[in-house]
């Protein structure tokens, strides 16, 4: 089955000029968002870069260890670098604008970059999470506040649609996973003066805005030109899911892997449709709606405070050191002995469906040890209910 690389390898010398700018090419940029540019591609009113030299220069600093320079979970390989900087198609793409912040004190983790295109268009592509577990925390303050990364992509966004109303250009933006959420939350706020400019916004499974804190969703202000596309089995890019109609597409993994942007299928004409949602992902996402929905904005920021001030015992800054040693594992646990038991495994269960995209040997160890600190959870309770029998 092939996916966005062998969209690049086999289409990539159709530039789009000859066939106009489509879904998966979105996917393209809003992947290559994932990729650290510093001091390959410059900062606000610095120079721009060819795609495919930053591309090229993004290896050669690489080394051999791509890793090193892919801030995701995702499966982003050399294969994805070297075929989207080899393509016709997007390879001749200036990227400018490069900013990459991350602040743990204030929790803010953001990163945008912009790409101009041929024919007076632009993209402007917002990183999804990161592995660090400040950015995980602002995802999840999603539910009950305005994050300083919105801000962030208001502002970035704003300042790309007044440029590109003076130079008379269109401006596509989107995003995978959180960078969905920012570039809808970033078109909804965008001054009505500079609205116009947007041509599409896209939202790669990325998940809603919760009503009681975003009034108006991205599809509310800008209805069609609104594009929400998410995997057959998708929890991510259904929660706070507005009305707004999504393309439903196959992907090549199972379960909560089909977040990966990389397992997202393609055909000839762009992505293969999925014939509906995967029904156990409905139950699990119902499921989780119905807990968020029982708790207010306040509830949600204490339990969200818990949760990640429990993963962080021992020093913890990614996931990968989450669980990497027995010693931190039980740190967790025993960081998280006075959360209540339900609330303790829904959370957990969020987590694990959350990164379920992870690479393999990140994958396993979080969802080992999440699953450990269950069945602890598991045994105390059954415990307690016995002694009290």
Known sequence: ???????????????????????????????????????????????????????????????????????SLATVDERFVVAIGGSARLGDAVLRDYVDERDDER????????????????????????????????????????????????????????????EGRRVRVGGHSKGGNLAAFAAASCPVSLSGAVERVYSNDGPGMDRSVMPLSCHDVMGERYSRIIPAYSVVGRLFSDDAPAVIVRSSAERSLQHDPLTWQVGPAGFLEADGPDPECLAVQRSFSAWLGRLGPDDRRQLTTELFDALEAGGAVTFEDVFSSASAARDVMAALGGVDPRTREMMLGLVRELVGAGAAATRDAVVRGVSEVAADVARRVAGRAAGEA
């Open 1 to 71: 089955m092939a996916d966005v690389r062998d969209y690049l390898e086999l289409r990539g010398d159709i530039t789009l000029g000859e066939r106009p700018f489509n879904d998966v090419d979105n996917l393209a940029l809003a992947t290559l968002a994932y990729l650290d540019f510093s001091g390959i591609v410059g900062g606000p009113g610095e120079p721009g870069v060819r795609l495919t030299d930053a591309c090229g220069e993004l290896l050669a600093r690489a080394g051999g260890d791509l890793a090193s320079r892919v801030r």
């Open 107 to 166: 929790v803010m983790q953001f990163s945008a970059v912009t790409a101009e295109l041929g024919g007076g268009e632009t993209y402007v592509a917002f990183r999804g999470t990161d592995t660090t577990l400040v950015g995980w925390r602002e995802d999840f303050a999603l539910s009950f506040s305005v994050t300083r990364a919105q801000r962030a992509a208001a502002g970035y966004l704003a300042r790309e649609l007044a440029r590109a109303a003076a």
